[in-house]
């Protein structure tokens, strides 16, 4: 375990889940700062009925905050737990309707999310990447026409390739707590998950890019195991790497992680790596089975070996 070294995960959904169930496996000090403009699902239902920050990706990060002993797993089951059958509970997530209870009884989300990841034995903490919901405006190109889409479920289902993102509203307020933990960390980590929905969005909060660019931290960026259907069709490795540079030009990285068995010619990719300022770090890091998932204990491995290096 790298120890000592202050790492924040950026992101949202199965993506973040996955580095951060890496990440606690290898620092001591971490914090993930997640995306809120989820429209969908029982997120999206509490955020229209309630007028609340969608909880979902929120919980799904402190799921995968929780700790590998009986507590952790049971409660990290408990929180992604969802309502079968019929009526005005079906669908939604346990831990949804806790976070929200505790942002209704304690009127901070910050404060009642250290409150869920007490309870819980989250092995991090969690925060929001605004204050307020967020609803992601994408430019979408079909056939050689270019129509805007608004909300993360238009911009994963509508037609066509995402071509850029924005945000509404454009300069939202976010947490201190967010913007001091980016300043204060050792490693940002950038990915892996939906790239235009999860992973881009942090770079259009002008607060949050400020503290990106301007962080004496070194940054990290974990590229997908396969391209996701509805939002990157066709990309390339090296095409998310080409995306995250024409939406934060003067961003610089200082390690790109790829798996080796989807990345059969790297020489593409390389040269996009070297043009982001950085290095090229190919292994094995997805599930051994074949699927296209990162493995937690494999990925951790070369995280450590990374965080390790001096400078």
Excluded: Y
């Excluded at 700062?33 to 229209?48: I, K, N, P, Q």
């Excluded at 991090?124 to 079909?142: C, F, K, N, T, Y």
């Excluded at 400020?210 to 390339?236: H, K």
């Amino acid at each position: 375990m790298s120890e000592g070294v202050r790492v924040v995960a950026l992101g949202g959904g199965h993506g973040l889940h996955a580095s951060l169930s890496a990440l606690r496996r290898v620092t001591t000090d971490l914090t993930a700062v997640v995306t809120v403009a989820d429209d969908g699902g029982s997120s999206g239902r509490l955020r229209r009925e309630l007028g609340v920050l969608p909880p979902g990706d929120l919980r799904m990060a402190l799921a995968a905050l929780c700790g590998d002993d009986e507590w952790g797993q049971t409660w990290s089951r408990v929180v992604q737990h969802r309502f079968h059958g019929e009526g005005d509970l079906q669908g939604h997530a346990v831990g949804n309707l806790l976070i929200v209870a505790l942002w209704e009884l304690l009127d901070d989300p910050v404060k009642a999310l250290e409150w869920v990841g007490r309870l819980l034995g989250a092995h991090g903490r969690v925060l929001p990447m605004a204050s307020v919901p967020l609803d992601i405006q994408a430019e979408v190109e079909l056939d050689g026409a270019v129509t805007t889409v608004r909300g993360q479920v238009a911009c994963a289902l509508t037609p066509g390739r995402v071509r850029a993102i924005s945000l509404v509203p454009s300069d939202p307020p976010v947490s201190p707590e967010a913007v001091r933990a980016i300043h204060e960390a050792d490693w940002v980590v950038f990915g892996p998950g939906s790239w235009f929905t999860s992973v881009l969005p942090h770079l259009k909060v002008p607060e949050l890019a400020r503290a990106l660019a301007t962080t004496t931290a070194r940054r990290l960026v974990i590229l997908n195991l396969a391209p996701q259907p509805g939002e990157t069709d066709g990309f390339s490795p090296e095409n998310h790497l080409e995306v995250l540079r024409d939406h934060a030009p003067t961003l610089l990285v200082d390690a790109v992680v790829a798996d080796r068995g989807v990345v059969p010619e790297p020489g593409e990719l390389e040269k996009a790596v070297v043009a982001l300022g950085g290095r090229l770090v190919l292994a094995d890091v997805g599930a051994s089975d074949g699927s296209p998932r990162h493995d937690a204990p494999r990925l951790a491995a070369v995280l450590d070996e990374i965080f390790r290096e001096k400078r």
